[in-house]
């Protein structure tokens, strides 16, 4: 059986992209030591935050590469997403990580011929986990982005009774009664991922023991913090923080989609330079990037 231990706090991280767009892999071991440093143990790499739909298999590949070294210095989860893409290109990536040490596998669904029941998810799921078979899969539930809003808790069930790895699911969603029903049907033997940052602390109040969120990369001691007070039963610290963070990404996404906006915090709030997203996104101005810098100095973030 192939096992799926890992629980915590998963910084799903960008792609850094040159002025011409073209990949950077080169700050990969700084960008990785400076989470490492602050706490995060474990990275998603070409989520929604990585931007992998915007990029070829060459360059996941390469970018994929570079951080299966580094985690080995680091010490860090490596979990990779496969998946926004032909299914024979999700196919040849899935094998490609775990051919490169992989510590586990996230995937979407097909993005136009899309499921549209448990059964269907499953089946398309099959072709992905046949190509790694000793590598946790994971499945990324992010209804708001993909339109693909089938019962996860129906196909947990299923999943888990049909793909001999698969071990869970990332669960992008606000409905966290749906998630916690996601996590009694995966049971001990999988996972359910929260995934959304603005419900951090009632996330875990309910139960829920591991989360993947974009504010990790430049904020990742607040979220510590929040599941440090949640564990303690310190419930006023945990919703402070939380209405704090919740603030900060409000400001942050006020003028922008959510990865270039994102990277914009990046940039602002840490040492490292992780660069502008690759069209289609739409890049911040300069005058709307003063005015985040001067919203988050007056939250005390700066």
């Given at each position: 059986m192939v096992s799926f231990t890992y629980r915590g706090?998963?910084?799903?991280?960008?792609t850094i992209f040159n002025k011409d767009s073209s990949v950077n892999v080169a700050t990969i071991p700084e960008y990785a030591r400076f989470l490492a440093k602050n706490g995060i143990d474990g990275v998603l790499v070409h989520g929604t935050s990585g931007e992998g739909v915007s990029m070829t298999?060459?360059?996941r590949k390469a970018v994929v590469e570079v951080w299966a070294k580094v985690v080995k210095e680091t010490k860090q989860h490596l979990m990779v997403q496969v998946g926004g893409c032909p299914l024979p290109d999700a196919v040849e990536m899935a094998r490609h990580a775990e051919s490169v040490g992989a510590d586990s596998l996230l995937c979407h669904s097909e993005l136009f011929f899309k499921p549209t029941n448990p059964t269907?998810?499953?089946?398309?799921?099959?072709?992905?986990?046949?190509?790694a078979p000793r590598t946790p899969l994971l499945y990324y539930h992010i209804p708001g982005w993909t339109g693909i809003n089938i019962n996860?808790?129906?196909f947990i069930t299923e999943a888990l009774q049909k793909i001999p790895n698969f071990r869970g699911i990332?669960?992008?969603?606000?409905?966290?009664?749906g998630g916690i029903a996601a996590r009694r049907?995966?049971?001990?033997?999988?996972?359910?991922f929260l995934g959304a940052d603005t419900l951090l602390a009632s996330a875990y109040t309910m139960g829920y023991d591991s989360a993947i969120a974009t504010s990790l990369n430049m904020m990742p001691q607040h979220a510590i913090k929040i599941v440090k007070a949640i564990r303690e039963n310190n419930i006023d610290e945990a919703k402070r923080l939380q209405n704090l963070l919740t603030d900060a990404v409000n400001i942050i996404i006020k003028d922008g989609a959510w990865v270039p906006t994102m990277k914009a915090a990046m940039n602002l709030l840490t040492p490292i330079n992780v660069g502008q997203s690759r069209p289609p996104l739409v890049n911040l101005t300069q005058a709307q990037t003063d005015d985040m810098e001067q919203a988050l100095k007056k939250l005390g973030l700066l």
């Open positions: 706090l998963c910084a799903p991280v960008f298999v060459a360059e269907e998810l499953v089946n398309y799921l099959k072709y992905v986990a046949a190509a996860m808790e129906k990332k669960y992008t969603s606000t409905d966290l009664e049907a995966s049971g001990s033997q999988s996972a359910v």
